[in-house]
């Protein structure tokens, strides 16, 4: 499974620019996994599902009262998981190659949608979920098969609500932390 998010990985990036160095890569990616563990950023994703998701299940008011806490819980291993520059499915496959050239504010953008793609694809999604659903956190969990259960119907309403609508300006403050002045000012 993960050589198959890897190959969709390298396909997007080859598809979007060739250009694209192994520091280029690194830096927008350790950017966003920055981004989405910040005290802000969940924040702002805890809001999203108590509006989108919570109201889709079983029990929106448990899910009103412990997605909160649950959600900080899956983010901190979650995105940086995902988000892991290192990773098969991020940047190895170009951090093979020693290029160097500036990306442009329109290349970060598409690495970050084509990054967001990827996180929406069914191998993803059931990677994820089946990460979670093991040792990274529910087998620690006091109820490890509720959790997983849980973590089962979560993660595919929350992936999708979370990825509609990119705010522009997080967007240019990513790809800006990580490369700075890629994008101007919005």
Do not use: H
Request: proline residues 6%; hydrophobic residues 50%; aromatic residues 4%.
């Amino acid at each position: 499974m993960k050589l198959l998010i890897a190959l969709a990985t390298v396909l997007s990036i080859s598809a979007t620019s060739a250009e694209w160095t192994c520091d280029d890569c690194t830096a927008v990616v350790n950017s966003i996994a920055a981004y989405l563990t910040s005290e802000e950023s969940i924040a702002k994703q805890v809001d999203i599902l108590l509006a989108e998701v919570c109201p889709q299940v079983e029990n929106p008011d448990a899910c009103l009262a412990g997605l909160p806490d649950f959600w900080n819980s899956i983010a901190m291993i979650m995105w940086p998981g995902y988000y892991a520059a290192e990773a098969d499915w991020m940047c190895a496959p170009l951090c093979m190659a020693k290029a160097v050239r500036e990306i442009t504010c329109d290349e970060c953008f598409e690495g970050l949608q084509l990054g967001a793609d990827q996180l929406l694809s069914e191998e993803a999604i059931t990677a994820i979920i089946e990460n979670l659903s093991g040792d990274a956190l529910c087998g620690v969990a006091e109820d490890p098969e509720t959790c997983a259960a849980v973590i089962a119907d979560l993660i595919p309403l929350a992936l999708p609500a979370l990825t509609a609508n990119p705010d522009p300006e997080v967007g240019a403050m990513i790809c800006n932390n990580a490369i700075p002045g890629t994008c101007p000012t919005l």
